[in-house]
Nanobody, 117 residues
């Protein structure tokens, strides 16, 4: 199994910053890709950013240039630095990771990010 725990969410004003962290533990092998998703009220969960196993990163166009995703493989931790936050960034942010053979996706419980104007 893979367990994921997010932290760092909270309330911030428009233009502010937050840093989210995701701690991962796996009993089924190496964690491959890790990523962040978010779900705003009344909307579907959407991709935000990810770090592939080789270290390359991917971003949703709406956050590129404002958010930075990083990963510490030795500690199985991933972070999301969020700058220049906007009201539309308000959502529950979920950590996602793939592990196992064949790879399966796992989710954390989520952390709330609220950006107030």
């Amino acid at each position: 199994q893979v367990q994921l725990v997010e932290s760092g969410g909270g309330l911030v004003q428009v233009g502010g910053s937050l840093r989210l962290s995701c701690a991962a533990t796996s009993t089924i092998g190496e964690i491959i890709n890790m990523g962040w998703y978010r779900q705003a009220p009344g909307k579907q969960r959407e991709f935000v950013a990810m770090v592939l196993s080789g270290g390359s990163t991917r971003y949703h166009g709406a956050v590129r240039g404002r958010f930075t995703v990083s990963r510490d493989n030795a500690k199985n931790m991933m972070s999301l630095q969020m700058n220049s936050l906007r009201s539309k960034d308000t959502a529950i942010y979920y950590c996602n990771a793939f592990s196992g053979n064949p790879p399966m996706g796992y989710w954390g419980p989520g952390t709330q990010v609220t950006v107030s104007s």
